[in-house]
């Protein structure tokens, strides 16, 4: 659904502004625009300052760039009992999510500009909020012929990626990775060794061998990430990590960036808040995909995300209905909705003392922005007025069956939440209120 600009200023007054470019967190306000940050002041606003704007008091609530949300899934075409732009749109609004990055694993696949472009219209048409669409990197997502990359770019793709579908075949996608550097298109991995993951429902270890659930060793992980930086070093592609959640495989991403290749990488806010015994009584709605790690892994995964290591956060939002999780472990799909919950679930990470705000946001809002080249993830003048308002404080108990997404799988049903968006902004239009 385009937004239409304001006819007037908007003054966001009274706020704790989360600014991730600058680091500030304190009071200020901004002025918007014609649906952009017109200036963006730090610290108390003069007596009658902008007397002229319509007025907005935040009440010292927090005031942020909107998310940049990485790895969403949308049903359509072709799955949209479980997800439409509509209510994937809806739902990301209520989360404050002012951009969702789509992925390309839809039936079919976006490999196509044709397919793309249907994408791109109907979400232009019923989402309240920004979309940024993925295409498939390789025909069907079958890893054996590269797509029409050039072609794809032209038409808005930002990013080319089979998902969690990985490229087997390392020629296939060394080429594909050389056409892409010569187009200057960004190309995202998942890095699982194909083989050793296939059939995976946990990780290894004493507690999957305890319940009987086929489980892959976190060595799958580095394994898939070695060969392809090894690509990336030979082809000099511009590449992003889906997903890193293993101690093992954060060394070669170090060694990469130290070598100066274009790498950069991202995780799930379930695998930074969650582990492998949260699957207990064979919950399918912590089913995800990496399975979730030993403790000892998030732990080094936060740590990373703190120490810049990680650049992303995302929600790796994966929408399925009651019959596809409704099964044994092992043969339920796997997957959690994430559009609503990224958020409050980030702010544990605040909560205990892990990271500042700002840092957060970068991982939420800006770094993804840069990495896709979108002008959002800023609160500087020039800028989009894309914004969340939240209350980071605000407690509640998630109740699955209140979310806007039509399908409900989500692994944080009944738990409680701190954090509530009262507010979010695309071009400078509030599209969600609470």
């Known amino acids: 659904m385009t937004q239409t600009a304001p006819p007037r200023p908007t003054l966001l007054h009274n ?28 610290g108390p606003l003069p007596e009658g300052e902008f007397g002229g704007a319509e007025r907005v008091d935040c009440r010292g609530a927090c005031l942020a760039p909107g998310i940049v949300d990485i790895g969403v899934k949308v049903g359509e075409p072709g799955e949209r009992h479980k997800e439409s732009f509509r209510s ?72 080319f990626s089979d998902g969690d579908q990985v490229v087997a075949d390392t020629k296939v996608l060394s080429r594909a990775l050389s056409y892409a550097r010569s187009l200057g298109a960004l190309v995202m991995g998942h890095v699982q060794e194909p083989v050793l993951s296939r059939g995976a429902a946990a990780t290894s270890g004493k507690f999957s061998s305890l319940y009987g659930i086929p489980a892959v060793s976190p060595m799958a992980e580095r394994m898939g990430l070695e060969r392809d ?55 399918t709605f912590f089913k995800v ?42 043969a339920a799909a796997s ?10 679930a980030s702010l544990r990470l605040y909560h205990a003392g892990h990271i500042g705000l700002p840092r957060l946001f970068a991982a939420l809002s800006l770094n ?45 049903d009944g738990q409680r939440m701190q954090g509530r968006v009262l507010g979010t902004f695309v071009n400078g239009i509030r599209v969600f209120s609470r």
Not at 104 to 133: C, K, M
């Open 289 to 330: 995909k990496p399975p979730l790690r030993a403790e000892e892994d998030r732990a080094a995964m936060v740590e990373a995300l703190a120490a810049g290591h990680i650049d992303v956060i995302g929600s790796m939002h994966t929408p399925q209905d009651e019959e596809s999780k409704r099964l044994p472990f092992e």
């Open 15 to 42: 706020a704790r502004l989360i600014d991730p470019e600058t680091g500030h967190d304190g009071p200020g306000a901004v002025l918007i625009e014609g649906g952009t940050i017109a200036a963006c002041l730090p």
């Open 229 to 283: 930086l090894a690509l990336v070093e030979m082809t000099r592609a511009a590449y992003h990590v889906d997903q890193i959640t293993t101690r093992a495989a954060l060394p070669a991403l170090l060694r990469a960036r130290e070598a100066g290749l274009d790498v950069t990488a991202g995780i799930s806010i379930h695998h930074l808040t969650l582990n492998e015994f949260d699957i207990a009584g064979y919950r």
């Open 368 to 412: 993804p922005a840069r990495r896709l080249g979108l002008e959002g993830g800023r609160l500087s003048q020039g800028a989009p007025a894309d914004l969340v308002l939240f209350d980071p404080d605000a407690p509640y108990v998630l109740d699955r069956e209140t979310l806007q997404s039509k399908s409900k799988n989500t692994p944080f």
């Open 335 to 344: 997957g959690a909705v994430g559009l609503e919950t990224l958020l409050p």
């Open 88 to 159: 994937a749109g809806l739902a990301a609004a209520a989360g404050g999510v002012t951009t969702m990055v789509t992925r390309a694993d839809t039936r079919p696949a976006i490999d196509t500009p044709e397919v793309l472009s249907f994408a791109l219209r109907r979400a232009a048409e019923v989402s309240p909020v920004r979309i940024a669409p993925m295409a498939a990197l390789t025909k069907g997502r079958e890893g054996r012929e590269m797509t029409e990359i050039g072609f794809l770019r032209d038409a808005g793709a930002v990013a």
